[in-house]
């Protein structure tokens, strides 16, 4: 069996007996809290009979970074078949699956048929490991992108031990892909949840497991000497989309306009690290760097299946509001971006696709680095 001997996870796991005693409503969130520990918990085993797709080794990497893809739907559909072309043309080394894995609310345990609908089967003979980040549509229960159910995310990290391709060992976890490379990805749900965790201490913005996680990103991120260190999530720190940038989420009052992600990337991420990869937003966005972020660059990659342009989420747009500089940015077309990396260069494509061809078109191309 395929050991990950170059990944560090971390995060509670529970019991799946527990987590579906609270698939009712939102009391939910309290499900196995006694079973969510005080530290950071061991990532979850491969299941027998279960080989992994190998990670990246040293030397160049080619990244498809896709985002908010989990509909099943005739769009995602298009998107992958795009990606499939590219990789026949140029392969990938990987993914990173921005979040939202499964719309609407996420699975219901970690046998889901949605985890074949939804992941699978859209992207078969895309057959490299695909690290994904949690997002609030995989945990909600009141409402569609609530984010109130948190535990249900471990559903998504206990589909890690039986499938090949999808790679989230814990809720949060670093991947080291090259002696250049290391991507951390990172669980900001709690702190962007509509519904706060009120029965459910663990995940509250300054509770446990948010600590846990604190305290983990900054011992990794000084330790690594990896000359390109990515932060990957869910929600962004900027966005010209509709969602807008951390702080000032969809226009809304504090606490739920994300000010808590907002001092999480200020006190833990920014001028630590090269690049910020998050969907939430449904479009494309190369933002450039602000004093803000002390030289790292945000990217949003999260029109997979939906675009904001086209009535998805933040179908309003930014209206001006907190706008930044972008070197290239789309809100209503589908498409997904190709990260190439090496020891000296970083270098970003942007892919569009017609969702009537399912055809790819390249509409940016720079080095980043």
Known sequence: ??????????????????????????????????????????????????????????????????????????????????????????????????GDNIYDS?????????????????????????AMV????????????????????????????????WWMPSRYYSLRIDPAVEFFVLDLTPLAAIIPPVLDPQFSVDGPYMNAQRA??????????????????????????????????????????GVAVKAFFEQHVLGRVNFILSGHDHSLQVLEPTTATKGTRQIVSGAAAKTSGSGGSGSSGSGGRNRTKALYESQDKLGFMVLDLTPSAANLRVVTVDPATGRGTQVFDQQLG
Not at 64 to 78: E, Y
Not at 112 to 124: C, G, I, S, T, V
Not at 138 to 165: C, I, K, M, Q
């Open 106 to 130: 996420g699975p219901s345990d970690e046998q889901d048929p949605q985890f074949a609908a939804k992941f699978e089967n859209p992207n078969a003979g895309l057959d490299f490991p695909w």
């Open 216 to 257: 983990w990103l900054d011992g990794a991120l000084a330790a690594s000497s990896a000359k390109w260190k990515i932060v990957c999530t869910h929600h962004p720190y900027l966005s010209n989309g509709g969602h807008g940038n951390a702080g000032s989420y969809d226009g809304l009052p504090a606490p739920f306009s």
């Open 134 to 165: 949690l997002g609030n549509h995989d945990t909600s229960s009141v409402f569609p992108g609530d984010g109130s159910w948190l535990a249900r995310g471990n559903f998504e990290v206990a589909y890690h031990a039986s499938s090949p391709r």
């Open 1 to 98: 069996m395929q050991q990950a001997r170059n990944v560090t996870a971390h995060g509670p796991n529970m019991g799946r007996r527990e987590l579906l005693a609270g698939a009712a409503g939102v009391a939910g969130v309290v499900a196995g809290a006694s079973l969510l520990g005080l530290t950071p918990a061991q990532a979850v085993p491969v299941g027998d009979g279960v080989v992994k797709f190998p990670l990246p080794g040293p030397g160049s990497a080619r990244i498809l970074v896709t985002g908010d893809a989990g509909t099943g739907s005739s769009t995602q559909l298009a998107v992958a078949n795009a990606a499939r072309e590219f990789h026949a043309r140029e392969p990938f080394s990987m993914a990173v699956g921005l």
